[in-house]
Nanobody, 114 residues
Framework: QVQVVESGGGLVQPGGSLRLSCVVSGSIFRINDMGWYRQAPGKQRELVAIIASGTRTIYADAVKGRFTISRDNGKNTVFLQMNSLKPEDTAVYYC????????WGQGTQVTVSP
């Protein structure tokens, strides 16, 4: 069994910052890609950022320059530093991990509101 657990969400004012963490545990072999996705009410789940095993990164246009994804391979953890948050960043943020299979966390709520 593989467990994927996100943390760090919450309520923040526009312009504020949050740091999300995702810890992977269990019968994981070798993690390749780790990524963050989000789903706002009434919308489809969308890519936020991905970091490959070699630290290559991909960002959605909407978050470029504001969000930074990073990983600690020794701790099987991926982070998402979110700065200059906007109300449109409000969503449930999900962590996705790929080794031989694909695993999702349960999500963490991020709300950006005055």
């Amino acid at each position: 069994q593989v467990q994927v657990v996100e943390s760090g969400g919450g309520l923040v004012q526009p312009g504020g910052s949050l740091r999300l963490s995702c810890v992977v545990s269990g019968s994981i072999f070798r993690i390749n890609d780790m990524g963050w996705y989000r789903q706002a009410p009434g919308k489809q789940r969308e890519l936020v950022a991905i970091i490959a095993s070699g630290t290559r990164t991909i960002y959605a246009d909407a978050v470029k320059g504001r969000f930074t994804i990073s990983r600690d391979n020794g701790k099987n953890t991926v982070f998402l530093q979110m700065n200059s948050l906007k109300p449109e960043d409000t969503a449930v943020y999900y962590c996705k991990v790929v080794d031989g299979g694909t695993y999702w966390g349960q999500g963490t709520q991020v709300t950006v509101s005055p």
